[in-house]
């Protein structure tokens, strides 16, 4: 389980922000076809502390769960 460096959480999250473009969807709102996505992403940050970095393992060390 990854968890933080800083903290020991083990939740994290990463925003990004894009176009989605849809060609085709039903008439539930579902997503049949989109085109390519231009996506930009942010850094992963620690849910709790918000430690920061541009790939989880600067954020985050992976722990062995005992429980698994």
Request: net charge positive; aromatic share 14%.
């Amino acid at each position: 389980m990854w968890k933080c460096k800083k903290c020991s959480c083990n939740r994290f999250y990463q925003t990004f922000r894009g176009i989605l473009s849809i060609e085709k969807a039903d008439k539930n709102q579902e997503i049949i076809k989109s085109r390519d996505d231009i996506l930009k992403y942010s850094k992963f940050y620690c849910e709790e502390c918000k430690k920061s970095g541009w790939t989880l393992d600067e954020v985050a060390k992976w722990e062995e769960d005992m429980n698994e």
